[in-house]
Every structure is written in structure tokens, then in C-alpha cells.
């Protein structure tokens, strides 16, 4: 009887080694720097010194543009499965426009001085990543994304001397929600059986407007479980 606990005590401590051995997860945190396709609204950003210019319309003027470079960061989890990674992620990217001028409205002055309009978009993702070479230094990734933006926006209209202040969220405005393909990849410099150490490229394109949204690329740390 002894005997037999013995070797039940020991299958016991191998299997326990054994899955502390077998890292099954990883959870992947980063911060870097985005470009956003968007946020120009098709027009060509023009800037007065650091301060950007309203784009002028046949009603008034519109402030609505953000520089397009920003930045993105985010968390990942992903499950471990042989050469294949299958990981759910939230990213949140931030791009700002700094205003600054005066309008004349009859008998009012409309000023705006050092101010911010901000654009941020809220990924949701599923993605699949794949090792290449088996040296678990390359990952190629595709996958899909849910896009949620929200965008600071002024409207200016001189003919009805009014001044209009959104914040356009794709809770509030339903039809801002997206949804998208993305691509890109891992490359990992340093790895052990604890954490590791990458840089990552991905490339955002919008299926329901038919247009780029987004490139990034940033360096992570991967904590293993």
C-alpha cells in the first residue's frame, strides 16, 4: 500500500512539473506610436505655425481635423496551440488636433485658445498568429476587428450664427461602429521560459467603408503562463 501512494505521490508531482513546464498562455502588453488614415477627413491638414487651420466651408468653417501620427496601447491574451497563437485584443489609439483662432459671429467673438480635439478609436480583436521558420522568432497575424471611435468635432455656421460642439461616439452615433481585417507581425528578440520581448507591425483596413484605417507598429513584453 505504501508502495502505491508512493508512486500515486510521484505521477502526481511529475504532471505538476510537467504543466508548469508547458506554458499555455501569454498576455501581451504595449505601447507605441500609430498613424491614422482617418483623421484627416480627405482633406490635406494644413497647420499655422503648430495650431491646425478649420477646413472652410460654404456655411462656415469646420473643425474636425487630428494629426495623423498618434499613439496605441494595449493588452493581448492569447492561448498557445503548437505553432499557433489564438489571441483576443484591446487596443486603444489616441490622435489630437490643437486649435487655436477667433470667429466673428454678429455680435459675438467666438475664441478658442490651445484647444484639443481628440480622436480615439477602441479595438476589439480576434486574431490568429502564426510561427514561421520554427525558431519562434517570426509570427505572421491576421484577424478581424470591431472598431469604436470617438471624435471631437466643432461646426461653425455663420449663416445661422450658431456653434456646434460634438463628441460623435459609436454609442451615441451607431453607425461610426466598424468592423475590419487586419494583418501584420511579431518579431522577437529575446525570449525565455518566463516573458519575452518583441516588436509588433499591424495594419488596419475598414471592410465597411472600403478604406485604410490604421498602421502601427510598436515594441511589447509577453509574460508566459
Not at 490568429?128 to 455656421?157: A, C, R, T
Request: glycine letters at 6%; one cysteine or more; a positive charge.
Amino acid at each position: 500500500m505504501k508502495i502505491k501512494n508512493i508512486i500515486i505521490f510521484g505521477v502526481f508531482i511529475f504532471t505538476l512539473n510537467s504543466m508548469a513546464q508547458t506554458k499555455k498562455w501569454k498576455v501581451n502588453f504595449h505601447v507605441g506610436p500609430q498613424y491614422n488614415f482617418f483623421v484627416d477627413y480627405n482633406t490635406t491638414v494644413k497647420y499655422n505655425d503648430s495650431y491646425i487651420t478649420p477646413i472652410e466651408t460654404y456655411y462656415g468653417y469646420d473643425l474636425l481635423q487630428k494629426k495623423p501620427f498618434g499613439t496605441i496601447m494595449g493588452i493581448e491574451v492569447s492561448y498557445i496551440n503548437k505553432k499557433n497563437l489564438i489571441g483576443i485584443s484591446y487596443q486603444r489609439s489616441e490622435n489630437y488636433g490643437l486649435y487655436n483662432g477667433e470667429v466673428q459671429l454678429q455680435n459675438t467673438v467666438f475664441e478658442i485658445v490651445d484647444y484639443k480635439l481628440r480622436h480615439l478609436n477602441n479595438y476589439f480583436e480576434l486574431n490568429i498568429k502564426h510561427n514561421i521558420l520554427n525558431k519562434n522568432k517570426f509570427y505572421w497575424k491576421v484577424g478581424l476587428y470591431l472598431l469604436n471611435p470617438s471624435q471631437d468635432e466643432i461646426e461653425i455656421d455663420l449663416a445661422s450664427n450658431t456653434i456646434t460642439l460634438y463628441r460623435r461616439t459609436g454609442f451615441n452615433f451607431a453607425n461610426l461602429n466598424e468592423i475590419g481585417i487586419l494583418f501584420g507581425g511579431d518579431y522577437i528578440f529575446y525570449s525565455n521560459k518566463y516573458y519575452e520581448l518583441g516588436i509588433n507591425t499591424t495594419y488596419y483596413f475598414t471592410v465597411s467603408t472600403s478604406s485604410p484605417e490604421a498602421f502601427t507598429i510598436y515594441p511589447f513584453i509577453c509574460l508566459k503562463f
